[in-house]
């Protein structure tokens, strides 16, 4: 069983709708939790950082990090074209190594 | 957010050639930093961690003979390709935690090799 798992897609949704994105994780000692997107042929950019368990919100994207069920989420409110991306999930015990998904491939369609 | 800075960002060498690519933390100090290796539509995997003033420590099937680390600074670290074979070409993204690998790391701009 991998660390992190996601599922890949694709995820084809039209302009404005809510996008809902996962990750579900074996590890319970993962504390730190992180989504980011990325284009094509670029670096992942962070999206959304939280710590431990709750929602976190930031304009349009709220993370959310459910740690009794090992299981994170990301929402995209009002999903625009530029939306468009992978979307990673990432975590860590706070020691050295990350733990990546697979990553969401996401289109908005206008 | 911090910003790590990766050079080049593609990069076309000719088999049996050596390439090295940088990156720079900008505005903050990397003790550490990572070196990952995307294949197309594939998750990230990572090669091996880049540590200020001590060697590299590589995953498992990585060769570190091959895959040449060296942190020069707390704010540089470069992996050199050296004689690159077509099964290298790849995206390479490098990236830093802000704080020793406790909190978010951030990304380079990835870069992307093609030997041919």
């Known amino acids: 069983q991998k660390e992190v798992e996601q599922d890949p897609g694709p995820l084809s949704v039209p302009e404005g709708a809510i996008v809902s994105l996962n990750c579900t994780y074996s590890n319970s000692a993962f504390q730190y939790f992180m989504w980011y997107r990325q284009y094509s042929r670029k670096g992942p950019e962070l999206l959304m950082y939280t710590y431990s368990s709750g929602n976190k919100e930031d304009g349009r994207f709220t993370a959310q990090v459910d740690k009794s069920s090992k299981y994170i989420s990301l929402f995209i409110r009002d999903s625009q074209p530029s939306d468009s991306a992978t979307y990673l999930c990432?975590?860590?015990?706070?020691?050295?190594?990350?733990?990546f998904g697979t990553g969401t491939s996401l289109t908005v369609i206008p | 957010g911090a910003v790590v800075s990766q050079h080049p960002s593609w990069v076309i060498c000719k088999s049996g050639t050596s390439v090295k690519i940088e990156c720079r933390s900008l505005?903050?100090?990397?003790?550490?930093m990572f070196w990952y290796r995307q294949f197309p539509k594939q998750s990230l995997m990572l090669m091996a961690t880049s540590n200020e003033g001590s060697k590299a420590t590589y995953e498992q099937g990585v060769e570190k003979d091959k895959f040449l680390i060296n942190h020069a600074s707390l704010t540089l670290s470069t992996l050199t390709v050296t004689s690159a074979h077509p099964e290298d070409s790849s995206f390479y993204i490098c990236s830093a935690p802000l704080r020793g690998g406790r909190t978010e790391a951030f990304f380079g701009q990835g870069t992307r090799l093609t030997v041919v």
């Open positions: 505005d903050f100090q990397a003790t550490t």
């Open positions: 990432a975590m860590s015990d706070g020691g050295n190594q990350f733990y």
